[in-house]
């Protein structure tokens, strides 16, 4: 059965890091444009940061820009999303998915496949 499988949110203050891990199992994540998306309580879920299959190129949404980093590894089947710098309007549920289409998008409809989310909570 294929799956994916968001890891590494928590409780984090103002200005700490944290790293959000997405893993697969039954598919290669290598086949696919990954996207990371988040939903706040009461808002509607946002792109946050995607990464292409053809030349691994990325984009940002604008309020992340400078302090994300998405990245892949392909021997652990795994894509990253590094968070630095993070602030309390970044707490929301962070969720990954894929884009058969392959090029990096922070288009919710491209993609096909979701994890079911790890809770990001930034507060002092």
């Known amino acids: 059965q294929s799956q994916l499988v968001e890891s590494g949110g928590g409780l984090v203050q103002p200005g700490g890091s944290l790293r959000l891990s997405c893993a697969a199992s039954?598919?290669?994540?290598?086949?696919?444009?990954i996207g990371w998306f988040r939903q706040a309580p009461g808002k509607e879920r946002e792109g946050v940061s995607s990464?292409?299959?053809?030349?691994?190129?990325?984009n940002y949404a604008d309020s992340v820009k400078g302090r994300f980093t998405i990245s892949r590894d392909n021997p652990k089947n795994t894509v990253y999303l590094q968070m630095n710098s993070l602030k309390p309007e970044d707490t929301a549920v962070y969720y990954c998915?894929?884009?058969?289409?392959?090029?990096?998008?922070?288009?919710?409809?491209?993609?096909?496949?979701w994890g079911q989310g790890t809770q990001v909570t930034v507060s002092s």
């Open positions: 039954g598919f290669t994540l290598d086949d696919y444009a």
């Open positions: 990464i292409s299959y053809y030349d691994d190129s990325t």
């Open positions: 998915a894929t884009n058969p289409g392959g090029k990096a998008s922070l288009l919710e409809a491209v993609y096909d496949h």
